[in-house]
């Protein structure tokens, strides 16, 4: 076993370590308290290859493979989680595309997504979250094509987005295999997006309610066959779980470098905190933790760049790395004391960001769910 990273992956690592030190940790605390998002970051993101990293280069993207993309999001969430949210959004609706996607389905909207767009991705309603299958959006079959009606919830780059992939069921007393996914183009008739919801952390991402009022739809406005939805639903997931286990890497880092530079420097009874057993073993906790999410969220990635199938490490990897950031946040501001609480020092804005890690993309006791699932099929070591 090789841990080595290669020329390539170094380079585009490096190149994201910079960019997230010089462009992202310097104004991250204003985006967050304007609850701004980043267009700037974006374009300087784009233009360095470091945004829209799963879309081919041929629609003007990073072409990255699952693995190269957890590396940028490491880093780029160890200057940010909101903001590398905001710049990575595009990464979960160009992998839906890429699996469900007709030649023409592609062309138009990667070729958005590449250009400079934005998309986003909707299955979350307010009485559907964890239970995908609960989804009471519907798609009618009407004159040749169909008529959907639903409202979403906490849609991330809603307000920014040109299009959105929403799920819907044709029958909807249907349970999963109801689920059919859809394209839908924001300047169709009886599409509303809400005001930006508030939020605790990640502020300069925003999320909205998205509203579908009998919006007509072509059928080739479909995403896959019918029924398909919840599969590519979940396809999806093993895809962009990795991504989130490595924003919370990042962010666990964050914690570490911050505790390690205050607990030299902050000195009680004559000596450095650091010095202090109780401080420094903190602090060996959080590098013990966020390496082993590292190798966790590493090994998800790889099988996936491998094409293997990749749920159960996924879910090791979300699961652990989301916890080790919430874990390692909280414990930055004990190091800090009261200048942790303070808006002034970066580790609250750390400990608010975290929260979110363990609820999108699936809670982390979802992810435990389907690692009991997946473990009581006998799959645990291959
Ligand atoms: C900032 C933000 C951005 C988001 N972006 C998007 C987006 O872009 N697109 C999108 O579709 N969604 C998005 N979401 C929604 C997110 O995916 C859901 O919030 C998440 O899946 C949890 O669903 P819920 O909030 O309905 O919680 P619920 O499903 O109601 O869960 C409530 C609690 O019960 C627990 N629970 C539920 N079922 C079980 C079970 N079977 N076993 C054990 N515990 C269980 C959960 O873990 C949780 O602790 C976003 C959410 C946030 C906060």
Same mark, same amino acid.
């Given at each position: 076993?090789?841990?080595?990273?290669?020329?390539?992956?170094?380079?585009? =690592?490096?190149?994201?370590?910079?960019? +997230?030190?010089?462009?992202?940790?310097?104004?991250?605390?204003?985006?967050?308290?304007?609850?701004?998002?980043?267009?700037?970051?974006?374009?300087?993101?784009?233009?360095?290859?470091?945004?829209?990293?799963?879309?081919?280069?041929?629609?003007?993207?990073?072409?990255?493979?699952?693995?190269?993309?957890?590396?940028? !999001?490491?880093?780029?969430?160890?200057?940010?989680?909101?903001?590398?949210?905001?710049?990575?959004?595009?990464?979960?609706?160009?992998? *839906?595309?890429?699996?469900?996607?007709?030649?023409?389905?592609?062309?138009?909207?990667?070729?958005?997504?590449?250009?400079?767009?934005?998309?986003?991705?909707?299955?979350?309603?307010?009485?559907?979250?964890?239970? #995908? *299958?609960?989804?009471?959006? #519907?798609?009618?079959?009407? !004159?040749?094509?169909?008529?959907?009606?639903?409202?979403?919830?906490?849609?991330?780059?809603?307000?920014? *987005?040109?299009?959105?992939?929403?799920?819907?069921?044709?029958?909807? +007393?249907?349970?999963?295999?109801?689920?059919?996914?859809?394209?839908?183009?924001?300047?169709?008739?009886?599409?509303?997006?809400?005001?930006?919801?508030?939020?605790?952390?990640? =502020?300069?991402?925003?999320?909205?309610?998205?509203?579908?009022?009998?919006?007509?739809?072509?059928?080739?406005?479909?995403?896959?066959?019918?029924?398909?939805?919840?599969?590519?639903?979940?396809?999806?997931?093993?895809?962009?779980?990795?991504? #989130?286990?490595?924003?919370?890497?990042?962010?666990?880092?964050?914690?570490?470098?911050?505790?390690?530079?205050?607990?030299?420097?902050?000195?009680?009874?004559?000596?450095?905190?650091?010095?202090?057993?109780?401080?420094?073993?903190?602090?060996?906790?959080?590098?013990? =933790?966020?390496?082993?999410?590292?190798?966790?969220?590493?090994?998800?990635?790889?099988? +996936?760049?491998? =094409?293997?199938?990749?749920?159960?490490?996924?879910?090791?990897?979300?699961?652990? !790395?989301?916890?080790?950031?919430?874990?390692?946040?909280?414990?930055?501001?004990?190091?800090?004391?009261?200048?942790?609480?303070?808006?002034?020092?970066?580790?609250?804005?750390?400990?608010?960001? !975290?929260?979110?890690?363990?609820?999108?993309?699936?809670?982390?006791?979802?992810?435990?769910?389907?690692?009991?699932?997946?473990?009581?099929?006998?799959?645990?070591?291959?």
């Amino acid at each position: 076993m090789d841990f080595r990273l290669t020329d390539e992956q170094r380079l585009v =690592r490096d190149l994201a370590r910079e960019f +997230a030190r010089r462009e992202i940790a310097p104004v991250a605390a204003e985006y967050d308290r304007q609850a701004e998002f980043p267009y700037p970051i974006y374009a300087k993101a784009r233009e360095l290859g470091l945004a829209n990293l799963a879309v081919p280069a041929r629609y003007g993207g990073g072409d990255l493979d699952p693995f190269s993309i957890c590396l940028v !999001a490491e880093e780029l969430a160890w200057g940010c989680t909101g903001i590398a949210a905001a710049i990575t959004l595009n990464n979960l609706v160009a992998d *839906a595309i890429l699996l469900a996607g007709t030649a023409g389905q592609q062309d138009k909207y990667l070729g958005i997504l590449g250009s400079g767009g934005f998309g986003a991705y909707c299955v979350t309603e307010s009485g559907a979250g964890s239970d #995908v *299958a609960a989804i009471q959006s #519907v798609a009618y079959p009407h !004159a040749g094509g169909y008529l959907l009606q639903g409202t979403k919830i906490w849609i991330s780059n809603a307000a920014e *987005a040109g299009f959105f992939i929403v799920f819907a069921k044709l029958d909807p +007393a249907a349970g999963h295999k109801g689920i059919t996914a859809f394209i839908v183009d924001r300047d169709c008739a009886g599409v509303t997006v809400s005001k930006k919801l508030s939020k605790m952390g990640q =502020r300069a991402s925003d999320a909205c309610e998205v509203v579908f009022d009998n919006v007509y739809l072509l059928a080739e406005n479909r995403l896959g066959d019918e029924g398909q939805g919840f599969r590519l639903a979940m396809q999806v997931f093993d895809g962009s779980r990795p991504m #989130v286990a490595a924003f919370a890497v990042g962010l666990a880092q964050r914690a570490l470098d911050e505790s390690v530079a205050y607990a030299r420097e902050r000195r009680t009874f004559g000596q450095a905190i650091l010095d202090f057993q109780a401080i420094g073993f903190k602090i060996a906790e959080m590098g013990m =933790r966020s390496q082993a999410a590292r190798l966790l969220t590493w090994d998800a990635a790889w099988r +996936a760049t491998q =094409r293997e199938r990749n749920t159960l490490q996924a879910a090791y990897a979300k699961a652990f !790395a989301a916890d080790t950031a919430m874990w390692a946040a909280t414990e930055a501001v004990q190091v800090f004391g009261a200048y942790g609480y303070s808006t002034e020092y970066p580790v609250e804005k750390l400990m608010r960001d !975290a929260k979110v890690l363990q609820i999108y993309e699936g809670t982390s006791e979802i992810q435990r769910t389907i690692m009991v699932r997946e473990l009581s099929k006998g799959i645990s070591l291959s």
